[in-house]
């Protein structure tokens, strides 16, 4: 009987480790290690914090086909990867969301996007945003960028080109914060 019990017990301590060891929690946002687009896995590649006057506003993660410190070669490739972005305040509404993004567009130094296609692509975000929502990015080189917002899909955008320039908002040569550019590269 105490064997059996012993045995239970070590199981499981043994299963919770690698159920956990599947997760990274960055500022109480919790990333699995790896996600699944199309038939192809990613894998996390690192997560930063984004703060803006010591308020947490949200957590950026970075999947990649393999991980790189590189971030040229991140914005660079055609093939799979995503950004996965949790909303950890209310001070991130859909209009400080979307007015963050233009500005990110016009400051990045990577890729191209036409006014025409960010404004389409801003239309993507007609929701309320909240504590706790969770954004996805991925790009398929197939079909581009595709959105989804907790689970639902929003659209996307067409192109190498486009991905280039969204990615280089948190990761190009003049980052919308540069400690979560450093995060997502895994150099922490």
């Known amino acids: 009987m105490k064997l ?3 045995v239970s017990l070590f199981t499981a301590i043994v299963l919770s480790f690698s159920v956990n060891a599947q997760k990274v929690t960055v500022a109480g946002a919790e990333f699995p290690t790896k996600m699944k687009i199309s038939d192809k896995v990613v894998e996390y590649n690192g997560a930063g914090l984004r703060q ?3 308020f947490n506003l949200y957590v950026a993660a970075l999947y ?3 991980r790189t410190s590189n971030a040229q070669t991140i914005i660079d490739q055609n093939e799979e990867s995503a950004m996965r972005l949790k909303i950890l305040s209310n001070k991130v509404t859909r209009d400080k969301f979307v007015e963050t993004v233009k500005d990110g567009f016009a400051t990045s130094t990577e890729g191209k996007a036409s006014e025409s296609e960010i404004a389409e692509f801003m239309k993507l975000f007609n929701v309320e ?3 706790g929502d969770d954004i996805i990015l991925i790009y398929k080189p197939s079909s581009g960028i595709e ?3 907790n689970g639902k899909h929003l659209g996307g955008a067409k192109g190498l080109a486009f991905k280039k320039a969204l990615w280089g908002i948190w990761l190009g040569k003049k980052p919308a914060d540069a400690s979560v550019k450093k995060a997502m590269l895994g150099k922490v």
């Open 64 to 66: 990649v086909p393999e």
């Open 147 to 149: 959105v989804y917002m």
């Open 4 to 6: 059996n019990l012993i």
């Open 129 to 131: 945003f909240k504590e």
């Open 52 to 54: 803006k006057y010591f």
